[in-house]
């Protein structure tokens, strides 16, 4: 089975400052990862995703995650906050095997950013 | 703008009471999904279907009931609600079941007393 963690339900950050926010996977096969965005009362929406190739992902925002197999880690950054950054990010796995229908979210991790 | 509607968008709903959530695509998806959030929790998925005429289920299907007759329509339906049943329900969908991508809706939000 396929698992996420998400470590810190909340992260804070000033504006200007570097944004990481933590996600490690278990997985027994290979495992495509994600990171989804969700902004306050709106559903959420994908902000990159690891399947196969480069290990560095980019994606929208100034975002980006690198896939580490030897960590399981799936860590997102951004090298300058904004104030718009303010929102929940999900971390999600889904494996090869089984199909993207059954992608499995983290618990989330609301992002601050400080003026 | 195209999307996914979901409705209604916040309901109030007795114990017992029989309700549907609607959700409706205009993307032409082939797959669509469920999820209900939950604080602490982050998203489940209760249902999902692959394509028109097929269904599957999820982590927590128990207590929901789903049907896909079309291409564009994937209404959630509490049969007997429940206080736990109390959530964020988003609908979701994607081009393909394999790609991993999802869409999402705004949610609905139900509370069950």
């Known amino acids: 089975a396929q698992s996420v963690t998400q470590l810190g339900s909340h992260v804070s950050v000033s504006e200007g400052a570097l944004v990481l926010l933590r996600c490690n996977y278990s997985s027994s096969v290979p495992p495509y990862l994600f990171w989804y965005v969700q902004y306050p009362n709106q559903g959420l929406q994908l902000l990159l995703k690891?399947?196969?190739?480069?290990?560095l992902v980019k994606g929208i925002n100034g975002f980006e995650a690198e896939f580490k197999k030897s960590e399981t880690s799936f860590h997102l950054t951004k090298p300058s906050a904004h104030m718009s950054d303010a929102a929940e990010y999900f971390c999600?796995?889904?494996?090869?095997?089984?199909?993207?229908?059954?992608?499995?979210f983290g618990t989330g991790t609301r992002l601050l950013v400080s003026p | 703008i195209a999307g996914i509607t979901q409705a209604p968008t916040s309901q109030i709903l007795a114990a017992g009471r029989r309700m549907t959530l609607r959700c409706t695509q205009d993307m032409r998806h082939n797959a669509m999904y469920w999820y209900r959030q939950d604080l602490g929790l982050g998203l489940r998925l209760i249902h999902y279907?692959?394509?028109?005429?097929?269904?599957g289920k999820g982590e927590v299907p128990d207590g929901y009931s789903v049907s896909r007759a079309n291409t564009d329509d994937f209404p959630l339906t509490l049969a007997s609600a429940v206080p736990s049943q109390t959530s964020v329900y988003f609908c979701?969908?994607?081009?393909?079941?394999?790609?991993?991508?999802?869409?999402f809706g705004e949610g609905s939000r139900l509370t069950v007393l």
């Open positions: 979701a969908s994607s081009r393909e079941p394999n790609t991993g991508e999802l869409f």
């Open positions: 279907s692959n394509t028109a005429g097929t269904t």
């Open positions: 999600a796995v889904s494996a090869m095997n089984t199909g993207f229908q059954k992608l499995v």
């Open positions: 690891y399947t196969t190739g480069a290990t």
